[in-house]
T-cell receptor, first 114, second 108 residues
Framework: SAVISQKPSRDICQRGTSLTIQCQVD?????MFWYRQQPGQSLTLIAT?????????ESGFVIDKFPISRPNLTFSTLTVSNMSPEDSSIYLC???????????FGPGTRLTVT | GEDVEQSLFLSVREGDSSVINCTYT??????LYWYKQEPGAGLQLLTY?????DMKQDQRLTVLLNKKDKHLSLRIADTQTGDSAIYFCAVREGKLIFGQGTELSVKP
């Protein structure tokens, strides 16, 4: 399976600032996703990162708040903009490799907004 | 839309079997998954089953699928303290839909 790394692994940020999270995969993957896991909760899909075009956002998530880039088949970034304490969550990158039904997750970025 | 439900907690003794249950609402779900999340870690794909299968076994893990009742279960044989974690059921309806997670506590 693909090896997924995320940077940073954790951060504490001030309200009103922005943080960019990087996701790097060790192989070319067909699909990349970004999820949010709020404290003690399940996972919610934020968006599908599309290579060379705008991401596809789920209901309740907008590009101005969560801009996403995917310049190639192994790398993506998620920015959490104008942060508030409600953005305190774990943000996880996820990929689907060649086998369409196997989906893997990165280690997550633990964000605390004060 | 799809709704996936799990019980929140399960406590077992070391060496016993654990059974974690999951129900879902959409009968068109194609693949059904079990993920494990240890404290401070991401999600580990444990196993998955295609909707035309009833059972899948992988070492200590057995997945049972009852399509009629839309019920999925994960059995862990000879449960160890290292199995303590949160277990998420997920179903694929285009995208992955997750349950709330079941926290498994294994007591020595």
């Amino acid at each position: 399976s693909a090896v997924i790394s995320q940077k940073p692994s954790r951060d504490i940020c001030q309200r009103g600032t922005s943080l960019t999270i990087q996701c790097q995969v060790d192989s070319q993957v067909t699909m990349m996703f970004w999820y949010r896991q709020q404290p003690g909760q399940s996972l919610t899909l934020i968006a599908t990162a599309n290579q060379g075009s705008e991401a596809t956002y789920e209901s309740g998530f907008v590009i101005d708040k969560f801009p996403i880039s995917r310049p190639n088949l192994t790398f993506s970034t998620l920015t959490v903009s104008n942060m508030s304490p409600e953005d305190s969550s774990i943000y996880l990158c996820s990929v689907v490799e060649r086998v369409a039904y196997e989906q893997y997750f990165g280690p997550g970025t633990r964000l605390t907004v004060t | 839309g799809e709704d996936v439900e799990q019980s929140l907690f399960l406590s077992v003794r070391e060496g016993d079997s654990s059974v974690i249950n999951c129900t879902y609402t959409d009968s068109s779900s194609t693949y059904l998954y079990w993920y494990k999340q240890e404290p401070g870690a991401g999600l580990q794909l444990l196993t998955y089953i295609f909707s035309n299968m009833d059972m899948k076994q992988d070492q200590r893990l057995t997945v049972l699928l009852n399509k009629k009742d839309k019920h999925l279960s994960l059995r862990i044989a000879d449960t160890q303290t290292g199995d303590s974690a949160i277990y998420f059921c997920a179903v694929r309806e285009g995208k992955l839909i997750f349950g709330q997670g079941t926290e498994l506590s294994v007591k020595p």
